[in-house]
């Protein structure tokens, strides 16, 4: 079911993005009085699942969900439709117009992409506003994996700051070391205040969510609010609203401690020591190979979130700020795919990365929010200098606007050959690392 949710809301953000971005396409043709013969959400090679004819326009749904298209008269894309360009020019034609109508026509989809994430940001920030853990109100100190030790972090250590600059939200830590190349982490650590050096070798492990830094939490009050399948706690007799006070009389001060010594005793058994109202119970039971009783814990209100509300006139600044946040991160992100140092092309992924962003169940907070992301992203990705893409376009028009020569369409047949090919291994390889992933597992 979990599957099932997340490919059902990646099919409709997908579709959301294509539509509008191939209507920009669209909608900018038409003002030019450019004809558009096609118009289709997903790919139709042989077949489509659906279509209709409306005008000189027709409108369809293909069976490959690789994208979308509008075929536009007189213009050499990937339909590769060569018997049009060998007849004579139209005057409703792409390759008719001006350099400039057609550089607009071309950046129709794109702008409509960044605009919509604009659209959505101030829309979600209207409606839900802006919540998060501020740096600050994490109190009990951080918890480190492997990666943080190497760097020097230990468990219990209090960030104050990234580069001598305050990060205000605990959650933005790990992406601005790795996008802003921070040197230095100033900490806390036993009422004193240290500087940790951040290592080169760290940033790969960082970008393949290898290293973590998250919050510590105590380990009480630790109130049972429900049971894992095959819950031997359950088995054994615990309730929901029992209050764990440890096991074999051990108490923890942190929930991590209990979770190292569980994890010790996986396979083997123990005495889970409970109180109920009044009443202090023990528990015998066995702890399952993968160290877990199987009990589900409330971790709400044990850190003081902040929560910024916005009305409709504070919401468009603070969306627009938001978006154009998004694409300089995205772009910084995107220049880590070209460094030999962050091995950050090992993390490319396909479609089963993309789709598993979304959260297994229906939040549409969650979705808008991943939809703008997306649609940022399909942004950049297009205007991407690559023939068969909109950037290659652009470049031609660009250089026919500053050089007053236009390319022959047989010099853009071959681009367009070749930047469809480019993007054929970029599919391969991206999907590929996802299957990679998914049998190391």
Do not use: C
Request: zero cysteines; charged letters at 25%; proline letters at 5%.
């Amino acid at each position: 079911m979990i599957v099932l949710v997340k490919i059902t809301q990646f099919i409709l953000s997908l579709s959301i993005l294509v539509i509008l971005h191939e209507l920009g396409h669209f909608i900018l043709a038409r003002i030019f009085k450019t004809r558009v013969e096609k118009f289709f959400l997903f790919f139709d090679p042989w077949f489509s699942i659906f279509k209709f004819k409306k005008g000189e326009t027709e409108y369809g749904i293909g069976w490959l969900p690789l994208g979308g298209y509008v075929k536009i008269s007189g213009m050499i894309d990937e339909s590769m439709d060569k018997e049009q360009m060998k007849n004579p020019p139209q005057p409703y034609e792409f390759r008719s117009k001006p350099a400039w109508q057609r550089l607009l026509i071309m950046l129709g989809g794109v702008m409509v992409n960044f605009l919509l994430a604009i659209f959505i940001y101030v829309s979600v920030l209207y409606v839900w506003g802006e919540q998060y853990l501020p740096t600050e109100n994490v109190k009990y100190g951080i918890l480190v994996d492997s990666v943080g030790m190497e760097m020097g972090l230990r468990n219990g250590d209090r960030i104050i700051s990234v580069d001598h600059q305050k990060i205000d939200n605990f959650y933005q830590i790990i992406p601005d070391i790795v996008l802003n190349d921070r040197k230095t982490i100033q900490i806390e650590r036993d009422g004193k205040l240290l500087e940790v050096e951040i290592p080169e070798e760290v940033i790969p492990a960082f970008i393949k969510g290898k290293g973590s830094i998250e919050p510590r939490m105590p380990f009480p009050p630790l109130f049972v609010t429900g049971f894992m399948k095959n819950s031997p706690a359950k088995e054994a007799g615990l309730k929901v609203g029992d209050e764990i006070l440890g096991f074999d009389f051990i108490r923890f001060e942190y929930h991590d401690e209990y979770r190292k010594k569980l994890a010790k005793l996986s396979d083997k058994e123990v005495t889970v020591n409970i109180k109920r109202g009044d009443e202090l119970l023990d528990f015998p039971l066995r702890v399952t190979t993968e160290g877990l009783i199987g009990v589900i814990r409330d971790l709400s209100g044990i850190f003081e979130l902040r929560q910024i509300n916005y009305g409709l006139l504070e919401s468009i600044p603070a969306g627009i700020k938001k978006g154009v946040k998004t694409l300089k991160d995205y772009l910084k992100q995107f220049k880590l795919i070209f460094s030999a140092k962050t091995k950050a092309y090992e993390s490319l992924g396909g479609f089963i990365t993309i789709g598993s962003i979304f959260p297994g169940e229906w939040d549409w907070h969650a979705f808008w929010n991943l939809t703008a992301f997306l649609s940022i992203i399909l942004a950049i990705m297009n205007i991407l200098p690559i023939p068969a893409l909109d950037g290659g376009h652009v470049m031609f028009l660009l250089y026919e606007v500053v050089s007053g020569r236009k390319p022959s369409d047989k010099f853009l047949e071959y681009a367009q050959i070749t930047g469809m090919m480019l993007l054929l291994a970029l599919l391969i390889f991206a999907n590929g690392n996802d299957i990679i992933r998914l049998l190391r597992k």
